[in-house]
């Protein structure tokens, strides 16, 4: 049905487009009248009359059909009494059994009847969609057409509705982020009227499997199983032993780029150490679990350490090689950036070239530099997959690189991975670690964009 | 200036050249660094995952009998066909291939070797050739994933019994049938068409390419118009005020913002206040299209801002309105650099995994999906599932997912690429 209405949509608009192009054009061409606007404007603006409302009313529909019909459908249910949390998988194997999968319950006569009711009233939500789509696209076409007179600019008014409609675009990244604060915050508030907020900041124990016991006897329990500060504790070694690879590599890499290298190198090089940047952090994560994770064990094995088999270590150093591009593309721009009268003025001094880097550009370009840092410190922070396959899944406060720990991500993902119960601390935990990524990452890019931005405008 | 002091800052030159040099030494040790990173993970994954574009075939012979003659399948249509009850038909075939062994428990391991759906391709075979079957047919049928791997030298041989996945028994008869000339390779077809399967040997991309095809598709008709509208908003025509200021922070910010809280979002506002069907990829695109926004409106509003205010003071000059300016001049010329943005974030969503696994595009999906609607998952979320089973047979299978995912990033940016040198115009 949906795809009926759309063609009827299309359909009217382009009917609507042409009575009104020549509404316009016969006017020009046989009353010999000139019009205030192209005839094509007259066309768009009926167009947008016939269209417009009609769509608003529609999503209006598609809103609300959903809430009624699955009251309608239900309410039988409802006078009997039924908990509201069965109240949904009941819907669900009401549409399961309409769809044609067989389930234990498939024959009741309570869900053939709900069936039956829910196709009725689907029907009849398909044939109302179809008849507004018709009366309410004709209601405003006609009210459009003979609003078009010969002084009338449509142009002005077609132009107003473009703006308008490109300003809503505009807009969406505005409500991206209202959408993910809003489902961050709202289960977030949920997981803590039921978890204190410094426990869960300030506890040492995370061990969310065991919260699933509802008892008031247990509740102590799931208060202390919440304690973030080993997922902190493991976000941070893996973060920071990912700044240790990167941040050598990445910034002589950027200092050799736009100091030394030549521009054939440059062009060259630069590319391939892009590709870094580009590829996918599940390969990364592979690569970790399948190279670099059995070299370390074998590698301290040899040396007599015991390395388990997934590490922070082997997790960091692959997240540190993916982040090597962040870190010197920006350094680099940074860099390149800096005046050449400053770089001028110390060779003038009979500097050295890595004088002259040491102690007069990397100085003024320290700010952009450390920007570039932080930026890397957020990528490392919000990084999954690496962490999710190499880095282990159970909480472990630890400061030994060659041990399994885990991070704030890999926590979020092993709890909603699956199935989830909505009503759980434990899955309203995994938006309270969101919340928590959100705001540090949001910070962290906050301060550093502020400062490559006026960093680089100083010297622009 | 006595020869005393021309002779240390002789030495003190030699050093500071020294340190010049050293310096310089670093900076090519780093980016040797990072290039060998690159040469290392290629070669790596590469050499891990192309034996999983071709598999192990079986030479059989199948004797046809009284019960089942070649005769009665030509009237019979295909499904009909595929209906049969074929496999104890199928499985006495198998065992009189190899006369010598008739001990019970020795036979179930011959039929080890072959993929657990022998009686299936069989019933292909037929299906394809039903109407010129002879009374004896040899046909080929795939190994079993162990064979398969242990054919490809993926699998040592030297490893104990005990702990081998195929016993010495079965290693003689495999040993044998090489010996026979009845083992060979073929190009592994199957692995693009089928779905996800527990049985290695039969677990293919089919399901995964066509799932991240359809999210691939929501997220170009979702985040490419929006996107574009938007930047030119900003750009065009927005006043620059406060709320603009705050809308301009807000996409930067929006850019930077780590994937797996897309994840969430799509968890909490799709999944649980729209109730979208989950686990579709509906869902995935619509999640991965809000996170693609960003970097398209970035792009776009770049390179809004490179043509030159000659263009639209041209068009204003001979009368054009500021929309029929933007829209007829300069939005054209600022077009290939969108597309370039859009293919390129394009490929970041395809290579998208942690929000996936949020909204449930990590479930285990036999089949293709045939729309959106459809439970399906992705091609880097398909990696990631293989890569945590436990079978050996599934390293491979993953390091050619991942081969083939690499391949269409890679496409897409020198299409990207392509599409900026041919047409974007430099002012």
Same mark, same amino acid.
């Given at each position: 049905?949906?795809?009926?209405?759309?063609?009827?949509?299309?359909?009217?608009?382009?009917?609507?487009?042409?009575?009104?192009?020549?509404?316009?054009?016969?006017?020009?061409?046989?009353?010999?009248?000139?019009?205030?606007?192209?005839?094509?404007?007259?066309?768009?603006?009926?167009?947008?009359?016939?269209?417009?409302?009609?769509?608003?009313?529609?999503?209006?529909?598609?809103?609300?059909?959903?809430?009624?019909?699955?009251?309608?459908?239900?309410?039988?249910?409802?006078?009997?009494?039924?908990?509201?949390?069965?109240?949904?998988?009941?819907?669900?194997?009401?549409?399961?059994?309409r769809n044609g999968i067989k389930l234990f319950n498939s024959e009741d006569e309570i869900i053939v009847n709900a069936v039956n009711k829910l196709n009725y009233i689907e029907g009849i939500f398909d044939i109302t969609s179809i008849i507004t789509v018709f009366s309410v696209s004709s209601l405003f076409l006609l009210y459009g057409y003979r609003k078009i007179n010969l002084n009338f600019d449509a142009r002005l008014i077609?132009?107003?509705?473009?703006?308008?409609?490109?300003?809503?675009?505009?807009?969406?990244?505005?409500?991206?982020?209202?959408?993910?604060?809003?489902?961050?915050?709202?289960?977030?508030?949920?997981?803590?009227?039921?978890?204190?907020?410094?426990?869960?900041?300030?506890?040492?124990?995370?061990?969310?499997?065991?919260?699933?016991?509802?008892?008031?006897?247990?509740?102590?329990?799931?208060?202390?199983?919440?304690?973030?500060?080993?997922?902190?504790?493991?976000?941070?070694?893996?973060?920071?032993?990912?700044?240790?690879?990167?941040?050598?590599?990445?910034?002589?890499?950027?200092?050799?780029?736009?100091?030394?290298?030549?521009?054939?190198?440059?062009?060259?090089?630069?590319?391939?150490?892009?590709?870094?940047?580009?590829?996918?952090?599940?390969?990364? =994560?592979?690569?970790?679990? /399948?190279? !670099?994770? +059995? $070299?370390?064990? *074998? %590698?301290?094995?040899?040396?007599?350490?015991? @390395?388990?088999?997934?590490?922070?270590?082997?997790? =960091?150093?692959?997240?540190? /090689?993916? !982040?090597? +591009? $962040?870190?010197? *593309? %920006?350094?680099?721009?940074?860099?390149?950036? @800096?005046?050449?009268?400053?770089?001028?003025?110390?060779?003038?001094?009979?500097?050295?070239?890595?004088?002259?880097?040491?102690?007069?550009?990397?100085?003024?370009?320290?700010?952009?530099?450390?920007?570039?840092?932080?930026?890397?410190?957020?990528?490392?922070?919000?990084?999954?997959?690496?962490?999710?396959?190499?880095?282990?899944?159970?909480?472990?406060?630890?400061?030994?690189?060659?041990?399994?720990?885990?991070?704030?991500?890999?926590?979020?993902?092993?709890?909603?991975?699956?199935?989830?119960?909505?009503?759980?601390?434990?899955?309203?935990?995994?938006?309270?670690?969101?919340?928590?990524?959100?705001?540090?990452?949001?910070?962290?890019?906050?301060?550093?964009?502020?400062?490559?931005?006026?960093?680089?405008?100083?010297?622009? | 200036?006595?020869?005393?002091?021309?002779?240390?800052?002789?030495?003190?030159?030699?050093?500071?050249?020294?340190?010049?040099?050293?310096?310089?030494?670093?900076?090519?040790?780093a980016i040797s660094l990072a290039l060998i990173f690159v040469l290392i993970l290629f070669t790596n994954i590469i050499s891990k995952g192309y034996s999983a574009f071709y598999r192990t075939l079986i030479e059989i012979k199948i004797e046809f009998n009284d019960k089942v003659q070649p005769a009665m399948f030509k009237q019979m249509s295909d499904t009909e066909i595929n209906k049969l009850d074929l496999y104890s038909f199928?499985?006495?075939?198998?065992?009189?291939?190899?006369?010598?062994?008739?001990?019970?428990?020795?036979?179930?391991?011959?039929?080890?070797?072959?993929?657990?759906?022998?009686?299936?391709?069989?019933?292909?075979?037929?299906?394809?050739?039903?109407n010129n079957l002879g009374n004896t047919i040899n046909l080929y049928i795939s190994a079993s994933d162990d064979i398969d791997q242990i054919h490809k030298g993926n699998y040592s041989r030297d490893i104990p019994e005990e702990r081998r996945r195929v016993s010495n028994f079965q290693l003689s008869i495999y040993d044998e049938l090489v010996g026979q000339n009845k083992v060979k390779f073929e190009f592994n077809l199957p692995?693009?068409?089928?779905?996800?399967?527990?049985?290695?040997?039969?677990?293919?991309?089919?399901?995964?390419?066509?799932?991240?095809?359809?999210?691939?598709?929501?997220?170009?008709?979702?985040?490419?118009?929006?996107?574009?509208?938007?930047?030119?908003?900003?750009?065009?025509?927005?006043?620059?005020?406060?709320?603009?200021?705050?809308?301009?922070?807000?996409?930067?910010?929006?850019?930077?913002?780590?994937?797996?809280?897309?994840?969430?979002?799509?968890?909490?506002?799709?999944?649980?206040?729209?109730?979208?069907?989950?686990?579709?990829?509906?869902?995935?695109?619509?999640?991965?299209?809000?996170?693609?926004?960003?970097?398209?409106?970035?792009?776009?509003?770049?390179?809004?801002?490179?043509?030159?205010?000659?263009?639209?003071?041209?068009?204003?000059?001979?009368?054009?309105?500021?929309?029929?300016?933007?829209?007829?001049?300069?939005?054209?010329?600022?077009?290939?650099?969108?597309?370039?943005?859009?293919?390129?974030?394009?490929?970041?969503?395809?290579?998208?995994?942690?929000?996936?696994?949020?909204?449930?595009?990590?479930?285990?999906?036999?089949?293709?999906?045939?729309?959106?609607?459809?439970?399906?998952?992705?091609?880097?979320?398909?990696?990631?599932?293989?890569?945590?089973?436990?079978?050996?047979?599934?390293?491979?299978?993953?390091?050619?997912?991942?081969?083939?995912?690499?391949?269409?990033?890679?496409?897409?940016?020198?299409?990207?690429?392509?599409?900026?040198?041919?047409?974007?115009?430099?002012?």
């Open positions: 049905m949906g795809l009926i209405t759309f063609f009827l949509l299309v359909l009217f608009a382009i009917t609507s487009f042409y009575l009104g192009y020549f509404r316009s054009n016969r006017a020009r061409v046989i009353e010999k009248q000139r019009p205030f606007s192209l005839d094509k404007y007259y066309g768009y603006y009926l167009a947008i009359w016939s269209v417009v409302p009609t769509v608003i009313i529609l999503f209006a529909i598609l809103i609300f059909d959903g809430f009624i019909v699955k009251n309608y459908v239900l309410s039988e249910f409802y006078s009997q009494g039924i908990d509201q949390s069965e109240i949904s998988l009941l819907f669900t194997q009401i549409e399961n059994t077609v132009e107003k509705f473009i703006l308008i409609g490109f300003f809503l675009c505009s807009l969406i990244a505005i409500l991206v982020t209202v959408g993910i604060i809003f489902s961050l915050l709202y289960e977030t508030v949920r997981f803590f009227s039921q978890v204190p907020i410094l426990d869960f900041l300030f506890g040492t124990n995370w061990s969310p499997q065991r919260a699933f016991v509802r008892d008031a006897a247990d509740a102590a329990d799931i208060e202390n199983a919440f304690g973030a500060v080993p997922l902190f504790s493991g976000t941070f070694l893996i973060a920071f032993i990912a700044m240790c690879v990167s941040i050598p590599v990445g910034l002589l890499t950027a200092i050799y780029m736009s100091e030394y290298a030549k521009s054939s190198v440059r062009n060259t090089a630069k590319p391939i150490i892009e590709i870094l940047a580009g590829i996918p952090t599940v390969v990364y =994560g592979f690569f970790a679990v /399948i190279t !670099i994770a +059995p $070299f370390i064990r *074998s %590698l301290g094995g040899s040396i007599g350490l015991d @390395v388990s088999s997934e590490s922070a270590l082997a997790a =960091g150093l692959v997240m540190g /090689i993916m !982040i090597i +591009p $962040f870190v010197s *593309s %920006l350094s680099d721009d940074v860099i390149s950036s @800096v005046p050449q009268s400053l770089r001028e003025g110390s060779y003038a001094m009979g500097a050295t070239k890595s004088e002259t880097i040491k102690k007069v550009i990397i100085p003024a370009a320290l700010p952009g530099i450390i920007g570039s840092f932080l930026l890397a410190v957020s990528r490392a922070i919000g990084e999954t997959m690496i962490v999710v396959m190499a880095a282990g899944l159970v909480a472990n406060l630890t400061a030994n690189p060659l041990e399994a720990s885990t991070t704030i991500t890999t926590q979020i993902v092993v709890i909603l991975i699956g199935d989830q119960e909505f009503d759980s601390p434990k899955t309203m935990s995994a938006f309270a670690l969101g919340l928590t990524l959100f705001v540090m990452t949001l910070i962290l890019n906050f301060i550093a964009l502020r400062v490559v931005k006026k960093y680089t405008e100083k010297y622009e | 200036m006595n020869s005393n002091s021309l002779k240390i800052s002789n030495e003190n030159l030699k050093r500071r050249l020294n340190a010049e040099r050293r310096f310089k030494f670093y900076g090519v040790i199928s499985k006495k075939n198998i065992y009189n291939n190899f006369p010598d062994i008739e001990k019970k428990s020795d036979k179930k391991k011959i039929i080890k070797l072959f993929s657990i759906e022998f009686e299936e391709e069989i019933k292909t075979y037929i299906n394809k050739n039903k692995f693009f068409s089928r779905g996800d399967s527990r049985e290695a040997e039969l677990a293919g991309l089919g399901g995964s390419l066509i799932g991240s095809f359809f999210t691939m598709i929501i997220v170009l008709l979702l985040s490419f118009p929006f996107g574009l509208f938007g930047a030119i908003y900003l750009e065009e025509f927005s006043k620059r005020n406060r709320f603009t200021d705050f809308i301009e922070i807000n996409i930067n910010n929006l850019a930077a913002v780590p994937s797996i809280v897309f994840g969430l979002l799509g968890l909490g506002i799709l999944l649980n206040t729209f109730e979208l069907p989950r686990s579709t990829a509906l869902v995935g695109g619509i999640t991965l299209s809000l996170m693609t926004l960003p970097t398209i409106i970035i792009a776009t509003r770049a390179s809004l801002r490179s043509v030159p205010p000659s263009i639209r003071e041209g068009a204003l000059a001979v009368g054009a309105s500021k929309v029929q300016t933007v829209m007829h001049h300069v939005v054209p010329l600022a077009l290939p650099g969108s597309i370039t943005g859009t293919i390129i974030g394009i490929a970041r969503a395809l290579g998208e995994t942690a929000p996936l696994l949020l909204i449930g595009m990590v479930a285990f999906i036999v089949d293709v999906p045939s729309s959106p609607l459809d439970p399906s998952t992705s091609l880097p979320v398909q990696a990631y599932l293989w890569n945590d089973s436990a079978e050996r047979a599934y390293e491979e299978k993953t390091s050619a997912a991942i081969i083939i995912l690499l391949s269409f990033l890679i496409l897409f940016n020198l299409i990207a690429v392509f599409i900026r040198r041919k047409f974007e115009t430099k002012w």
